[in-house]
């Protein structure tokens, strides 16, 4: 049994902000793989402003090297845009491997915007991470009022293969302030970087173009 950590974002740009989260997962969950979901698109958010997926991915395996984590646009493959379809898929078709959600917690305070996500939580459990300026919108979010009693220990959290979703875990750290928002900013055209390169999916191994 494999245990792998789900991250999922545009990454554009991945920043060492996905880094940190990523290494803090690995410890406080014992996991031995995280995967970076590259979305092909996010519904929440607008097109505009969005670099080509490939930049993208570039751009999640540099930032990631070091670590056990795995960029890949496996989306793309599945056909599947919406997170509660790409959970459903991941677990079919990897039915040796155990998945726990990570997330941030600005996404837990939109988490009831997302798509049947109480059919997200009962697919795997999910790890909230602390983000600065959002745990009040998070604890108070419509979302949480329902996941509230499924709560489970902070000091667990390296037992959660043997929880049953739905299951929600909370912890803790000083994460990295890096804004892709500001990156993108400071260099709108940092894609440009990655447009000759040649990235194949972490998972698949397909060449993403």
Do not use: C
């Amino acid at each position: 049994m494999i245990r792998v950590g789900l991250l999922g974002g545009s990454f554009n740009p991945a920043h060492r902000g996905h880094r940190r989260i990523s290494a803090f997962a690995l410890r406080a969950l014992a996991l031995d793989e995280v995967w970076w979901l590259v979305s092909p698109g996010n519904p929440l958010k607008p097109v505009e402003g969005m670099a080509p997926l490939a930049a993208r991915l570039a751009s999640a395996e540099r930032a990631a090297r070091g670590l056990p984590v795995r960029a890949t646009a496996i989306e793309r493959e599945l056909g599947t845009r919406y997170t509660v379809d790409t959970l459903a898929a991941l677990v079919r078709r990897y039915p040796k491997t155990r998945f726990i959600w990570l997330m941030g917690a600005d996404n837990l305070g939109q988490f009831h915007r997302w798509r049947d996500w109480r059919r997200i939580a009962r697919t795997m459990p999910i790890a909230v991470i602390a983000r600065p300026g959002y745990d009040r919108d998070a604890h108070a979010s419509p979302a949480m009022g329902w996941l509230r009693r499924f709560v489970r220990p902070a000091g667990q959290s390296v037992r959660w293969t043997h929880w049953r979703p739905p299951a929600l875990v909370l912890l803790r750290f000083r994460p990295d302030p890096t804004s892709a928002t500001r990156l993108r900013e400071a260099d709108p055209h940092w894609h440009r970087a990655y447009a000759r390169r040649l990235s194949r999916d972490g998972v698949t191994r397909r060449p993403i173009h």
